[in-house]
């Protein structure tokens, strides 16, 4: 219908970097098999800390350039990935990042966090009418760790996947289209127990001054509440590795383990884990899928 390829995942994002994070495997899993994959970037991520200390000065309070600095790691990193669809919501610069909950930049006009949730689907809506997406992928209600524009990537998200089924919506935006299944980003309680054991054996290897505590992983939940798990071969792991490396403004990565600018160490998933909220479960009763586009029709 699109000439696109038969199975199509849209992920959408609140910052360059988030999706290497979140979805780095399953990205480049599926992107190898000829899926079609597409990234919804909402910001450029302009209030970002920068690591290496040469590039202190793109800044958000010095020279105010990280935004354009990160559009070109999100590329190296979507080529990492084998990932040729990424798109900024409403454009590059449309939403601007607004930073760290309770900072006077949440309420600056043109931030993210400012913005009209229906205006702002509208833009997805464009998206998701040409792509006809069967799997979406976005955040919790919390945006997995309270972030307003990961809140507001969530909203956005679940939104738009609303009004793109509805007849009556802007048909200037293209026919409708209801997708199959949204999954929100999880990692199951045991498994970040089971990282950060990993780290403390390393013990003294790790190559960071200090190690994050289980708390500073967004979106965990008790392991029951994941309903699909993605493993991939080794070089989909690498791949992830890689894109992650590519956003080297924001994650240092070094082996198993990467830190963001709080220099703090914290292991690196080698495998991704999803909540199924809308669609039916492709698995048996209880069981996790393995398989994002398990019983969608192609
Ligand atoms: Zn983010």
Redesign the pocket.
Known sequence: MNGLPARRLLLV???P??ESINNGLTMAKYAAEGAHVALVTCTL?EEGEVIPPSLAHLAADRDDALGAHRTGELAAAMAELGVTDHRFLGGPGRFRDSGMMGLPQNSRPGSFWSADVDEAAAHLVEVIRELRPQVLVTYDPDGGYG?P??IQAHRVAMRAAELAAEGAYRRDLGEPHRIGKVYWNRVPRSAVEEGFARLREAGEKVPFPGVASPEDVPGVVPDERITAEITADERFVAAKAAAMRAHATQIAVDGPFFALSNDLAQPLFAQEFYELVQGAPGAGPGGREHDLFAGVEA
């Open positions: 994002h609140a910052h970097d988030d991520g972030h524009d990961h």
